[in-house]
């Protein structure tokens, strides 16, 4: 590890948000950098638990109230966020109500694919092409195009869906599909087993009909 004793004195409060423990990326190493960087506070935050991996802190997804409480201050800080389209735009939308001067926001993609032009709902009814997929738990439905992952088309609508990587090989985007079908073409990052109890990879999936998804 490295030697942490001249680290940049800057005060950190470094927010890391994950579906359950067990999907805290590098959290040895986290957990060693909040114990020899004073000036560096790591906080995790974790949609939900297991049984045989219960979670004290933080639960549920990141917040407006949860990072006042987290960093009062963060209105006189320069904020970084890292992570999938949906989150990024979830957090940027936070920060926006919250009053945020967005000229102190930095957005870095984990994903590498070109940006694509919004598409216009209208239209994708219209031609016939697009599909409604209703989301149980945040009460939202959105307009997806036959040809576009669900993942992605809740990200252009403001949607901040759990996900990490950009293939579906982690898994952090599975969900249970509630109705109708989907075309799902993954590289591994579901089982066979959870296939046939309706689970699917959001950032895999694009919409045969309506959907209804329970995310």
């Known amino acids: ?3 942490l004793g001249e680290a940049d004195p800057t005060d950190v409060v470094f927010v890391h948000s994950a579906r359950t423990p067990r999907d805290i990326v590098f959290r040895p190493e986290l957990d060693f950098i909040a114990a020899t960087a004073p000036n560096i506070r790591v906080v995790h935050v974790c949609e939900e638990d297991r049984p045989y991996e219960p979670w004290g802190g933080y639960r549920d997804r990141l917040t407006l109230d949860m990072l006042r409480q987290i ?3 963060f209105l006189d ?3 970084f966020t890292c992570g999938p389209a949906g989150y990024m735009a979830g957090v940027r939308h936070m920060l926006s109500d919250a009053g945020f001067d967005m000229d102190h926001h930095h957005e870095e993609s984990f994903t590498f694919e070109p940006p694509t032009a919004p598409a216009d ?8 092409t697009g599909h ?3 989301f149980t738990r945040s009460g939202h439905t959105i307009e997806c195009e036959a040809d576009t992952a669900i993942l992605a088309a809740a990200a252009r609508a403001g949607l901040n ?4 990587c950009a293939q579906g090989m982690c898994g952090t985007c599975k969900t249970t599909l509630l109705s109708d079908s989907v075309d799902m073409r993954h590289d591994g990052g579901i089982r066979p087993r959870e296939i046939a109890q309706n689970k699917i990879l959001l950032r895999c ?3 045969l009909e ?5 995310a």
């Open 132 to 134: 409604k997929i209703e």
């Open 1 to 3: 590890m490295p030697d």
């Open 205 to 207: 999936s694009r919409p």
């Open 161 to 164: 869906l759990p996900a990490s």
């Open 210 to 214: 309506d959907l209804v998804i329970d």
């Open 71 to 73: 960093a009062p201050d």
């Open 121 to 128: 709902a209208s239209t994708a009814a219209a031609t016939g």
């Open 77 to 79: 800080r320069e904020v």
